[in-house]
């Protein structure tokens, strides 16, 4: 039956090539066999409706169903007395048959597809929701499919399917990295920096790196506060200048009022990586990882020095001599006219600089296998779901999208929030009521999007300060800000506090 779409030629070929049909010619059989063609096609089609997962009562409501379908009717009639050559001469109702007519059969009342059974219209809708038991991925879903039952554009209909399910949507693993992008070397020392905080042995510090040079400056920071770290980056700027961009994490330190002001009173712009993606900042992260290196040295200044009178891979220079025309004195002999001032070449330091991060995209791109994810427009319905998260639980509708950095702010039930491409994607489920409440201090609240910038501000429903409530009972609750209950340990019940 598989051969009645093709047309088949003959060809003549000597008999001493075809062994065993020449010598099987040469001994026929006594006793010819009538022509049972009717009978063999009658039992292929019996044992393909034997084998397939379908019971009789079933089968018989297919069998019904097949009989009260126009449609099927139509393509059963088509399929007993020929179908036209051309599509054009074909009924309306049957034209989505046309490509899989040679592959038609009909075997007591039900339409065949190769050996699948053709499902009525009224029945689809409840086989593909058992096609989807399991909540299998699509490709699963058309395998099982592919074993059983049939009917046009079933494949498209799998696919939409397991597109609007809520609990595959859910279950779907962490979208792939895309293709990297690397920042373009500055046109002078100290334009762009990236600044971020971190800790070692229980002490907090600042990692300011640039751009441009690599030069790095550490500060040790008393607290975490504002104030400290705008204390420390006027330090630095006394020293350097004021930059034209900072770039930072969404930390509370960079993204509160005190920050902000102090931003626009020295006149820079503040640009922030997409929450809870580090390599946005890669600048920083590298500046902490050599900070944190240097500070476990017995010597974290002779370390400091040496990594600023140490050449730079990218550039081929050392962060002193990009940051300041000439290199600087260390315990390591060297002759006095070297350390004379000399600018290094510019278009080399670039074009090294270029040809480095190239590399480094090229290996990157080929080690996460690595693809671009397409763009989202605003009123796209999105779950969100972060690398260490196990589910795409969260929804929200897309306010705004920006390609060039990757990031998009969503506006979901916990507020708008803003998120890395990666971490975002496109669903076509039904939307649910969006209710805006606080969000975590963890998460930033932003007005006034634009391409060229993000600009943060803070949750003013938020105070800075633990909040203390009165509990039904009387006593003092403590609530800190990210909404955590401060509870005491049962060990102080029994104190009892001096007067």
Known sequence: MRLRRFNVYSEYVPGK????????SRSPSKHSDTDNTVEEITIY????????????????QIRRETDLDNELRLVMNLTKQGWPDHINSVPEGARDYFSARSELSIFEGILLFRDRIVIPGVLRSEILETIHDGHMSISKCRERAATSVWWPGLSKEIATKVANCEICQAQRPTQRKEPLKTTTLPE???????????EIDDKHYIAVMDYFSRYLEIAYLPSITSDQVIGKLKNIFARWGIPEILFTDNGTQFTSQTF??????YNFMQLFSSPHYPQANGEAESGVKIAKHILKQPDIFKALMAYRSTPIAATGVSPAELIMGQRIRTALPTLDKTLNPRWPDINTIRSHDEDTKERYRFYFDKHNAVRPLPSLKEGERVLVKLDNENLWKDTGVIKSFDPDQRTCVIETPRGNIRRNRRHVKFTSSKPQNLKTVDIPVTDTLFENFDNDSFRAVENPNQANEPKTLQSGSGTPTTVTRSGRTVVKPSRFNDFIPLE
Do not use: C, G, Y
């Open 17 to 24: 090539q075809m062994v065993v049909p020449d010598t099987l």
């Open 45 to 60: 089609v019996n044992s393909v409706l034997e084998t397939k997962p379908v019971s009789d009562h079933k089968l018989e």
């Open 188 to 198: 002078r020392p100290w334009q762009r920096i990236a600044a971020d905080l971190f």
């Open 260 to 265: 902000r002001t102090f931003a626009k009173e």
